[in-house]
């Protein structure tokens, strides 16, 4: 009963900015843990961040900690992942997911997807 939307990839040069955005549709979205994984093409699925419902938590891979911000407005049923420092590694398709109360670093642990946007960092 969530849907989600991607948006806001794109093509940047590294040490450069992006800001991904994830609009849900659903009721309580509050009540729904969201995390951002990425998938590089011919590799496997990679956890990236995870963000409570409330906002409060947040959990990080180490790839990305200190480079990437995740966050949330629940009164807009928006998720946000913005990545600074941007690296070549960083390339892949992005795709939020959902899941009910906990977060979690497993893709397999999530519910509901996205269709993922691409990310493309030029060395």
């Known amino acids: 009963q969530v849907q989600l939307v991607e948006s806001g990839g794109g093509l940047v040069q590294a ?6 955005s994830c609009a849900a549709s659903g009721r309580a979205f509050r009540s729904y843990a969201t995390g951002w994984f990425r998938q590089a093409l011919g590799k496997e699925r990679e956890f990236v961040a995870t963000i409570s419902g409330s906002g409060g938590g947040t959990d990080y891979a180490d790839s990305v ?3 990437f911000t995740i966050s949330r407005d629940n009164t807009r049923n928006t998720v946000y992942l913005q990545m600074n420092s941007l690296k070549p ?4 398709v992005y795709y939020c997911a959902a899941r009910y109360y ?3 670093r ?10 993922g946007t691409q990310v493309t960092v030029s060395s």
Do not use: H
Request: proline share 0%; charged share 25%.
């Open 106 to 115: 497993y893709y397999a642990q999530y519910d509901y997807w996205g269709q």
């Open 65 to 67: 900690k200190g480079r």
């Open 89 to 92: 590694e960083d390339t892949a």
């Open 102 to 104: 906990t977060g979690s």
């Open 15 to 20: 040490g450069g900015s992006l800001r991904l």
